[in-house]
């Protein structure tokens, strides 16, 4: 997620950031042209002034593949492009940050379904594409004249960039923070590994607006129920449509 944590006060609870999050259905045929299109998409739209892109993280479509972390260039960006394409790599994530602002970032990431070879790897694996950034960013880039309509964009590029059904859901968010790992030197004695966590649901109460909480040992975390082939469950804010959601997205016949 974030390389640094600002925590937010909002509606009376924590937030860190914004968090939009759509996922592939694993049947879903997808090429890596959706990759690059999304990538040029957040390179073309997403980026604010006095913003830059800072980083570019790739990773090959092969078992215990590495990602491959590097600084943005555009020589990087071009060479990573034809191996996009090729479905070489199948995970393409970009960074933005204004160097004034410590905590004005976006990380946008995207991986389409993995190829045979990946399909029995004992990790689930799903197509995602993933978008995180400071509520700062979001709140200048909703301010801006395209930058909402710049975000719906990038999940109808993604929606109809795969053969077959995808859903997701974009959040306010709150990351608990948590002891990090240091794979170098003396371990921190309250580590705990991700395995090992709690996983049970943030003890806090009921708010009408809603701030989800994201990271590994919440249990409701709905990267983990997807992979599990639970999905989403019941009706509830993630998932339910009002009259109006249905109308705003084209009306029931365009959604189904």
Same mark, same amino acid.
């Given at each position: 997620?974030?390389?640094?944590?600002?925590?937010?006060?909002?509606?009376?609870?924590?937030?860190?950031?914004?968090?939009?999050?759509?996922?592939?259905?694993?049947?879903?045929?997808?090429?890596?042209?959706?990759?690059?299109?999304?990538?040029?998409?957040?390179?073309?739209?997403?980026?604010?002034?006095?913003?830059?892109?800072?980083?570019?993280?790739?990773?090959?479509?092969?078992?215990?593949?590495?990602?491959?972390?590097?600084?943005?260039?555009? %020589?990087?960006?071009?060479?990573?492009? &034809?191996?996009?394409? @090729?479905?070489?790599?199948?995970? +393409?994530?970009?960074?933005? /940050? *204004?160097?004034?602002?410590?905590?004005?970032?976006?990380?946008?990431?995207?991986?389409?379904?993995?190829?045979?070879?990946?399909?029995?790897?004992?990790?689930?694996?799903?197509?995602?594409?993933?978008?995180?950034?400071?509520?700062?960013?979001?709140?200048?880039?909703?301010?801006?004249?395209?930058?909402?309509?710049?975000?719906?964009?990038?999940?109808?590029?993604?929606?109809?960039?795969?053969?077959?059904?995808?859903?997701?859901?974009?959040?306010?968010?709150?990351?608990?923070?948590?002891?990090?790992?240091?794979?170098?030197?003396?371990?921190?004695?309250?580590?705990?590994?991700?395995?090992?966590?709690?996983?049970? %649901?943030?003890?806090?109460?009921?708010? &009408?607006?809603?701030? @989800?909480?994201?990271?590994?040992? +919440?249990?409701?975390?709905? /990267? *983990?129920?997807?992979?599990?082939?639970?999905?989403?469950?019941?009706?509830?804010?993630?998932?339910?449509?009002?009259?109006?959601?249905?109308?705003?997205?084209?009306?029931?016949?365009?959604?189904?």
């Amino acid at each position: 997620m974030m390389a640094t944590r600002e925590v937010v006060e909002l509606y009376g609870q924590p937030v860190t950031g914004f968090d939009l999050r759509l996922f592939i259905r694993p049947e879903a045929a997808t090429d890596g042209a959706l990759l690059v299109a999304l990538g040029e998409h957040v390179m073309r739209t997403l980026i604010l002034p006095r913003c830059r892109l800072t980083g570019l993280w790739t990773k090959r479509a092969q078992l215990d593949a590495k990602m491959n972390v590097g600084e943005f260039t555009d %020589a990087r960006w071009a060479a990573a492009v &034809p191996k996009l394409r @090729a479905g070489t790599y199948h995970v +393409v994530e970009l960074i933005a /940050e *204004d160097p004034d602002r410590v905590n004005h970032r976006i990380m946008v990431g995207a991986q389409i379904n993995p190829p045979k070879e990946l399909q029995g790897y004992p990790v689930p694996v799903v197509g995602t594409v993933d978008v995180h950034c400071s509520l700062s960013y979001i709140r200048e880039l909703a301010g801006s004249p395209k930058g909402a309509e710049a975000v719906l964009d990038l999940g109808r590029m993604a929606w109809n960039g795969t053969e077959g059904a995808a859903y997701g859901f974009g959040n306010l968010a709150y990351s608990p923070k948590l002891v990090p790992f240091n794979p170098s030197g003396p371990q921190d004695p309250n580590y705990v590994p991700p395995w090992e966590q709690p996983r049970g %649901a943030p003890d806090v109460r009921p708010h &009408p607006i809603p701030i @989800a909480y994201v990271g590994l040992n +919440v249990d409701t975390n709905l /990267e *983990d129920a997807y992979c599990a082939g639970r999905g989403i469950k019941g009706a509830f804010w993630a998932n339910f449509l009002t009259r109006d959601h249905v109308e705003r997205a084209g009306g029931e016949r365009s959604l189904r």
